[in-house]
C-alpha cells in the first residue's frame, strides 16, 4: 500500500512539473528557438547526470524515437509563444487521435466502434479551437499559428508514443526508453541553436527559467515518472497524468492573466472528458478468481 500510495505521489508530481511548461516558456524574454534550444541543451545534461539509464546502449532506434521527440518540443515551445497555453497543451493532448487513424497500419489495431466515436469528439473539439478565433494579446500574439504548431506537437507526441511501444518490444535490442529522452533533447538543442544565436546577453531571470525548465520542468518529471509507473496501473496512471492539462492552463492565468476562449475551454473540456472515457474502456477488466469450493466432493 505504501509503495502505490509513493507511485501515485511519483506520477502526481511528474504531472505538476510538466504542467508548469506553459507559463515558464511565456514568462522568458527569449526568443521561441531560444528557450527551445537552451531549454533542451539544459534538459540533455541534466537527463544524463539524473537518469543512469540515459547513458547507457545508445542505438538506432534511440535516434529515431529521439527525432520525433524533439518534433514534438520544438513546436511545443514556440506555440505555446504564440497562442494560449491553453489552446498549446489541449491540442497536444489530442495524440491519442493520430494512434487510433495510426493504429491499423502501423500496430495492426482494427478500428472499433468505439473508436469512430473518439474520433468523432476529438474531430469536433479541434474545430472549436479554430472558430474561437482567439483576439491577439501580449501572451499570444498570434494565435492562429500557434494553435497549428500545437497540433503538429499532438501528432509528432503520438509519433513519440508509437516509438517508445517499437522500444519496449522484445527484440528491440535493450536500449532503454532514457536514451530517446536524452537524444531527443540532444537533437532539439542542436536544430534550434542556429535559429538562437546570436544570442546577446540575457536577465537572471531568463536564465533561472531556462534552468529550472531543462532541470525540472523535463529531466525531473522524467525522473520521477518511471518510479510511479512500476507501482501505479497504466489506467490510473494515465487518469493522474490529466492533471497536467487542467493545471497547465491555471498557471498561465495565474501567472499571466491569461484567459482563453470560452469555446478553446469547451474543446478542452471534450477532448479531456474522451480521453479519459477511451482510457477507461481500453484498460484490460482484470479477473477475479473465484473462492475455491469447500462443500464435500468440491475441487480444493
Sequence with gaps: ??????????????????STGGAAIKAATLTGWQVASFRSGVACLAVLAILPASRVRWSARSLAVGFAYAATMVPFVIANKLTTAANTIFLQYTA????????????????????????????????????????QSPSAPRPTLGNALALLSGVFWASTALGLRWMARPGSGGAPV???????????????????LPFVGSSRLDVAIILYLGVFQIAGACSFLPGGL????????????????????????????????????????????ATTVKTWNDSPVPTVRSAPDRRPGGAP
Design 1 to 18: 500500500m505504501a509503495s502505490e500510495v509513493g507511485g501515485r505521489l511519483e506520477v502526481l508530481v511528474a504531472a505538476f512539473l510538466f
Design 96 to 135: 491519442p487521435l493520430y494512434l487510433v487513424l495510426a493504429g491499423p497500419l502501423l500496430l495492426d489495431e482494427p478500428v472499433r466502434r468505439r473508436d469512430v466515436a473518439f474520433l468523432a469528439v476529438l474531430g469536433a473539439s479541434l474545430a472549436l479551437f479554430f472558430v474561437d478565433a482567439p483576439a
Design 178 to 196: 532514457a536514451t530517446a529522452v536524452a537524444c531527443g533533447n540532444l537533437i532539439a538543442f542542436l536544430v534550434c541553436l542556429p535559429a538562437a
Design 230 to 273: 512500476r507501482t501505479v496501473p497504466a489506467l490510473e496512471a494515465s487518469l493522474l497524468l490529466l492533471v497536467e492539462p487542467v493545471l497547465n492552463p491555471l498557471w498561465a492565468w495565474l501567472v499571466h492573466g491569461e484567459r482563453p476562449g470560452p469555446w478553446s475551454l469547451v474543446g478542452g473540456a471534450a477532448i479531456l472528458v
